[in-house]
């Protein structure tokens, strides 16, 4: 007897689950604030998304310099990316390496405080994640190109847990961003616990890509929705699929990893000659020539 298979139930079953998880983890610590519930959330996204994506929070850069205001969540390819960390457990993380970032609010019931979020979003978008044009992506090698290919750009949600504005007036929020800044800085979506997900309407129905939208859709849980869910799915899509490049330590660090030194060059052939060619031409056998000393 064959058995049947239904991909749609699995899904469903897969997102209740999800939903029961979360839940379960939050119950604790529903009065407490801030980096706990922070945690909950990137703990929840750590035992779920493909293991070899590092979920943490920090900072992200580029090679230019420039710095991203403090990110609840950074998620990157630890096959790609090395870890600074400073005084604090704070962490570091080069534009190159990282394939989606997320802020954590308890509350965003005021567009201020969308906004805010958004902006914070914003700060690594803004980054130029094409290392000036030296960033070539892992894969095909080819050039990343973050303000023209939305498989370059890194994936940015906010993900909020209580308190949450009216999904009209997030869609107000998220339209008077996009006529304000450039398609590679938008939020690819707001997701709010157990009430709606925010994202794109492209010409094939929801989703997340900036460069293809058409207007602004709101997924409501209570149309018989599973919000949570809907995120995961664009969420793990997106850093499977967003292109990332090896980063050079030496176009981000090497001014500052370059040492003040004493150097000892031959002093009768301009240029010196290299090391090797001495080497070959001393003919020494290997053999300790401090034997005597102690």
């Known amino acids: 007897m064959t058995k049947t298979f239904s991909l749609a139930e699995l899904l469903t079953e897969s997102g209740e689950r999800m939903s029961h998880d979360l839940a379960e983890r939050l119950v604790p610590h529903r009065g407490e604030q801030g980096a706990a519930r922070e945690n909950i ?29 403090q990110i609840d969540i950074i998620v990157a390819d630890a096959t ?21 970032v997320g802020q954590v609010k308890t509350h965003c019931d005021s567009r201020r405080k969308a906004w805010d979020a958004l902006c914070n979003l914003r700060s690594v978008s803004m980054l130029d ?29 906010l993900f909020v847990i209580d308190k949450v504005l009216h999904p009209d007036l997030m869609r107000e929020v998220m339209l008077e961003y996009v006529q304000r800044s450039d398609s590679h800085t938008w ?19 929801v989703c997340p890509n900036t460069i293809h939208a058409r207007g602004i859709s709101v997924a409501r849980d209570e149309d018989g929705n599973n919000a949570l869910l809907q995120f995961y ?3 793990s899509q997106a850093i499977v699929s967003t292109r990332v490049a090896r980063m050079s330590s030496w176009d981000h660090l090497g001014n500052a990893a370059s040492p003040n030194a004493d150097v000892i060059y031959s002093v009768r052939e301009t240029p010196p000659p290299f090391l090797e060619e001495v080497n070959a031409l001393a003919g020494l056998a290997f053999e300790c020539p401090y034997a005597d000393e102690e």
């Open 80 to 100: 790609m990316t090395p870890r600074f960390e400073v005084a604090g457990g704070i962490r570091f993380y080069p534009c190159e390496s990282v394939v989606a």
């Open 187 to 205: 939020p690819n979506l707001v997701f709010a616990l157990g009430r709606y997900l925010a994202t794109y309407a492209c010409d094939d129905g």
């Open 41 to 69: 959330v990137r703990e929840f996204l750590r035992s779920h998304l493909p293991s070899r994506f590092e979920v943490s929070s920090g900072f992200v850069f580029d090679s230019e310099g420039a710095v991203s205001s």
């Open 129 to 157: 994640r094409s290392a000036g044009g030296r960033a070539l992506c892992d894969r095909s090698g080819s050039p990343i190109d973050h303000k023209r290919d939305h498989l370059d750009r890194v994936f940015t949600f």
């Open 233 to 235: 799915v664009f969420l």
